[in-house]
């Protein structure tokens, strides 16, 4: 099952930090975690992915557990276009994703 | 701009009626694929393609044709739409395979009556 467990919703005060936490139990060595967001009326769009090191990028940094099975997307500073859904998904192949329900995060003022 | 574009952007068709959304990138991606996005059950994947006449089935392909004639271009057919295919369809494209970073067209809404 390359399901991953993620709460439905989260807030946040702007320009505060903010961890989303992901739960995959079920993942094997090869498998990536992936962070997606989807801003309202648009496609999703690539946040950051990793394997097992903790990773930065300009928009967020992921840290992935030692035993993998869970992870944590971090937000350093929420902005007011920060509110989305966030997906996390397992990849498991090359051929397909699959992205669950997601958190969705309001960013308050 | 690096883009992958999608048209329709809205379409309201009947039963029975077949049609097709057209996908396109200009990235020169070789991977693209097809999804569906409904209400409580988050983003499926229709089809994808691996290459040009390379295609696979994903988690929902019943109903829906694909074809992959050229490297810029997906189209999704319905041949017979049936109420239960209204839904948001989102293409998306990538260099090469799903471990690498996704692009994601801005959406097809579509109605069948």
């Known amino acids: 099952d390359a399901k991953t467990t993620q709460p439905n919703s989260m807030e946040s005060n702007e320009e505060e930090p903010v961890h989303l936490p992901c739960n995959h139990s079920t993942i094997s060595g090869t498998d990536y975690i992936h962070w997606y967001r989807q801003l309202p009326s648009q496609g999703p769009e690539y946040v950051i992915h990793?394997?097992?090191s903790n990773v930065n990028n300009r928009m967020a940094s992921l840290a992935i557990a030692e035993d993998r099975k869970s992870s944590t997307l971090i937000l350093h500073r929420a902005t007011l276009r920060d509110a989305a859904v966030y997906y996390c998904i397992r990849v498991t192949g090359a051929n397909n994703l699959f992205f669950g329900t997601g958190t969705r995060l309001t960013v308050i003022p | 701009e690096a883009q992958v574009t999608q048209n329709p952007r809205y379409l309201i068709t009947v039963t029975g009626k077949k049609l097709t959304v057209t996908c396109s990138q200009n990235m020169n991606h070789e991977y693209m694929s097809w999804y569906r996005q409904d209400p409580g059950l988050g983003l499926r994947q229709i089809y994808y393609?691996?290459?040009?006449?390379?295609?696979d089935k994903g988690d929902v392909p019943e109903g829906y044709k694909v074809s992959r004639k050229e490297k810029r271009n997906f189209p999704l057919i319905l041949e017979s739409p049936s109420p239960n295919q209204t839904s948001l369809y989102f293409c998306a494209s990538s260099v090469r395979d799903t471990y690498n970073e996704q692009f994601f067209g801005p959406g097809t809404r579509l109605t069948v009556l």
């Open positions: 393609s691996m290459n040009v006449e390379v295609t």
């Open positions: 990793g394997l097992t």
